[in-house]
């Protein structure tokens, strides 16, 4: 568009044409070379206005040469359209102006420069670069693209935009401050223009807001009619019995629990009950141990007090100057002293208690199982001398080993009688000589093992010499009567 003879910069709409209400734009020319500073923008009713300084990029100024003029435009249907960088399609973020006086995001025209193919780290002093949107030609300073001026006119401009339309914007949760504008169809989702670029969408379908809404917009009843299918109507039935299963599943459990609480209530029971029995007995001991020894104890103090009284009476009667008082009380002395030496002292022994606590929880009850606790007794606790504790766990291990032994012979007798019917069986025919021999010696195995089951353990001694005779005239019959048939 040409201005009073000048070439002044168009502002293009590279996405759609928008239509809406006259835009009017006051515009100050300063140079030949032009840059847009949009300084503020304010709503007048129906219409809006956005004042714009041209000012000049190579530093060439003019104060007479600054004339002012309005121009009018078809506003936008958003402001939107023409705050959004034309490479990311984002809203302006640090927004640089180039020598053409087209404005960019500076992290924008950074990725353009690294990926052209003049960028090196041994750049020259004065790097070119090609306005995405005219093509001209920029050369950079050293310092790169931080060099070109900052648009803060424009910058202000979007922060105040971005105010008043946040609550109608969606902004992106990977970049900050970058409005969802964009609609990705592969992913099916907002994205920003970041998102395109830089982010996870890059190189993926897209569509605008507007015609994915269009294209979408029958979506919603095809997913009712999917969801009115027949097999979601027996959702509920299936709902309802899996409640009633849940209760009866509960129910069961809460009865498990029941019969739960019961049986350790029981066993509880039973384990207090044998606790206190035990702990009774023993305070029984506990008792009857006080008083033993506290009888002992009070003689033997009786005696101390006899022997001290007479100690000292003795040493009086030294010290008596007349004969017939020191005879008179020397006598009854001398007597005193033969009676207290006719009495005995008692022996201090070591007291055993048998049995011992340990060795029957050890033994007995710890072996018990746990349904059968109370069918446990409390055993007899006796207070008696070492010897005889000694004495008595000496006759238990005989005890034991008399029954360790009578069962080995039980087992052997057994077998050795389930041979013999298996002889006895096979050879009915061939030899039947051998079971009238057979049945003699059985029914003497018999008896013998009979008469030691119930026997005394006393006479178990003799009753296994008894059997190993008896057995021993078996087998040598036996070997005989076969070696002589052969």
């Not at 004969?323 to 002292?345: M, T, W």
């Not at 005890?399 to 050879?427: E, H």
């Not at 006393?458 to 040598?476: G, K, M, N, P, Y």
Request: aromatic letters at 6%; glycine letters at 2%.
């Amino acid at each position: 568009m040409i201005v009073d003879g000048h070439r002044e910069p168009v502002i293009r709409n590279n996405k759609k044409k928008v239509v809406g209400q006259p835009l009017d734009i006051t515009v100050h020319r300063k140079s030949k070379t032009m840059e847009i500073n949009c300084l503020q923008y304010y709503n007048t009713g129906s219409k809006k206005k956005v004042v714009v300084m041209f000012s000049s990029c190579n530093g060439n100024q003019s104060e007479n040469e600054n004339k002012t003029s309005v121009i009018t435009y078809k506003q936008m249907n958003n402001l939107e359209e023409e705050l959004t960088c034309c490479i990311c399609y984002n809203l302006y973020e640090d927004p640089r102006v180039l020598p053409c006086s087209h404005t960019f995001c500076r992290s924008c025209l950074e990725s353009v420069v690294q990926s052209s193919s003049n960028y090196s780290i041994w750049r020259p002093i004065r790097l070119p670069l090609k306005c995405p949107t005219c093509r001209s030609i920029a050369e950079l300073p050293p310092t790169g693209i931080g060099a070109l001026p900052a648009n803060f006119a424009l910058r202000a401009i979007i922060e105040k935009y971005s105010k008043e339309n946040n609550q109608d914007i969606l902004t992106c949760p990977d970049h900050s401050r970058q409005p969802l504008n964009v609609y990705c169809l592969l992913d099916r989702k907002l994205v920003c223009g970041h998102c395109l670029t830089v982010g996870q969408h890059q190189g993926h379908p897209i569509d605008d807001i507007q015609s994915a809404y269009i294209k979408e917009k029958d979506t919603p009843r095809k997913l009712m009619e999917l969801l009115s299918d027949k097999q979601w109507t027996k959702i509920c039935d299936l709902i309802d019995s899996l409640e009633e299963r849940k209760s009866e599943s509960m129910n069961m459990v809460q009865e498990q629990k029941k019969e739960a609480l019961q049986y350790f209530k029981k066993i509880n029971e039973a384990i207090e009950t044998k606790k206190y029995g035990l702990l009774g007995t023993l305070n029984d001991i506990n008792t009857r141990m006080v008083v033993k020894y506290d009888t002992q104890i009070e003689k033997m103090k009786e005696i101390q007090e006899e022997q001290l009284e007479l100690v000292s009476l003795c040493s009086s009667v030294q010290e008596e100057d007349s004969p017939l008082i020191f005879l008179e009380r020397i006598n009854d002395i001398r007597i005193r002293v033969k009676s207290l030496r006719k009495q005995k002292l008692l022996s201090v022994n070591h007291v055993e208690l048998y049995p011992r606590v340990e060795h029957v929880l050890k033994n007995q009850w710890s072996k018990t199982e746990i349904g059968e606790i109370d069918k446990l007794t409390i055993p007899k606790i006796e207070i008696c001398s070492k010897e005889e504790a000694e004495k008595k766990s000496n006759v238990k291990k005989k005890s034991v080993a008399l029954l360790t032994v009578t069962f080995l012979l039980r087992t052997i007798f057994l077998s050795m009688l389930l041979i013999l019917m298996m002889i006895l069986l096979d050879t009915t025919v061939i030899f039947p000589v051998l079971n009238e021999t057979s049945l003699m010696y059985i029914t003497e195995i018999m008896q013998t093992i009979s008469n030691y089951a119930f026997s005394k353990v006393q006479a178990a001694r003799s009753t296994f010499d008894c059997i190993s005779d008896v057995l021993l005239e078996f087998i040598r019959k036996l070997i005989s009567y076969f070696y002589g048939s052969v």
